[in-house]
């Protein structure tokens, strides 16, 4: 083992023991309905605390934004083992990736929130996590995302604003069908695919702030018979109901 190796073990080292000091002091208890939450913000914590494992049976509800958490998110075992998890949030830290692989076991996790990372990728795994009703991985540095997406047929909201994609992989998103709110606004992209118009219940299609070369809408936005808050992209028109075709697109003005 080289100088820097041993320098970087150690100081992973005094992490885990740092994190493993953290005092579980503030549980809340909610007898109405069986939530049990455990806020672990603003801790300037680089790991998840091993500790939260004394909690494993019941924690419901994990708070740990605003602290330091990068790649290494958490020792193996950990979230994996909080097999009562509904909720997870990890919004303002410095993750690159989510620990997905670590979730694929908890069958209870409906939220997930990691917006204000520096997330790059979601990993196909994510589509294992069948009872997901919310994902926010707003504000962060995705430029594709996987297909896998598609498999979430619970999702109800998905928050993708502020990152970097220029596209949406092909039959994915009409997937999910249980889709309410879908926001991409301040993406790069440049068209939508015709599969968004196979989502039955979606109310809320947010657009704007995307490419230039955005120049048109996809006639299947017509059978989104629910939507009633939808922000195009600027210089956009909306599809006349008029066409003939439905799956043609409607150019913008000048």
Not at 107 to 135: K, S
Not at 203 to 209: A, G
Request: with cysteine.
């Amino acid at each position: 083992m080289d100088s820097d190796d041993g320098t970087q073990q150690q100081q992973s080292t005094k992490e885990y023991k740092k994190a493993s000091r953290v005092v579980l002091s503030r549980i809340q208890y909610c007898a109405t309905n069986r939530q049990r939450f455990l806020f672990l913000d603003k801790k300037g914590l680089t790991i998840v605390p091993p500790s939260v494992l004394s909690t494993a049976r019941t924690l419901t509800d994990l708070y740990l934004f605003n602290n330091d958490l990068g790649p290494e998110v958490t020792p193996a075992g950990v979230l994996s083992g909080l097999t009562a998890l509904h909720s997870l949030f990890l919004s303002h830290n410095n993750l690159t990736t989510l620990p997905i692989p670590e979730l694929t076991s908890l069958a209870h996790l409906t939220l997930l929130q990691a917006d204000y990372n520096h997330v790059t990728h979601i990993q196909p795994e994510i589509g294992r996590l069948r009872n997901l009703r919310i994902l926010d991985v707003s504000n962060n540095w995705l430029t594709i995302l996987p297909r896998e997406l598609g498999q979430l047929s619970t999702l109800k909201r998905l928050y993708l604003w502020s990152n970097r994609i220029d596209a949406l992989p092909k039959d994915t998103i009409g997937h999910m069908q249980s889709l309410v709110a879908l926001h991409l606004q301040d993406n790069r992209l440049v068209s939508l695919p015709p599969d968004i118009g196979h989502l039955p219940i979606l109310e809320t299609l947010r657009l704007e702030n995307n490419s230039a070369q955005f120049s048109a809408l996809p006639m299947v936005v017509l059978r989104l018979g629910y939507l009633s808050n939808l922000a195009p992209p600027a210089g956009c028109l909306l599809p006349s109901a008029t066409s003939a075709d439905d799956t043609s697109t409607l150019a913008t003005s000048d």
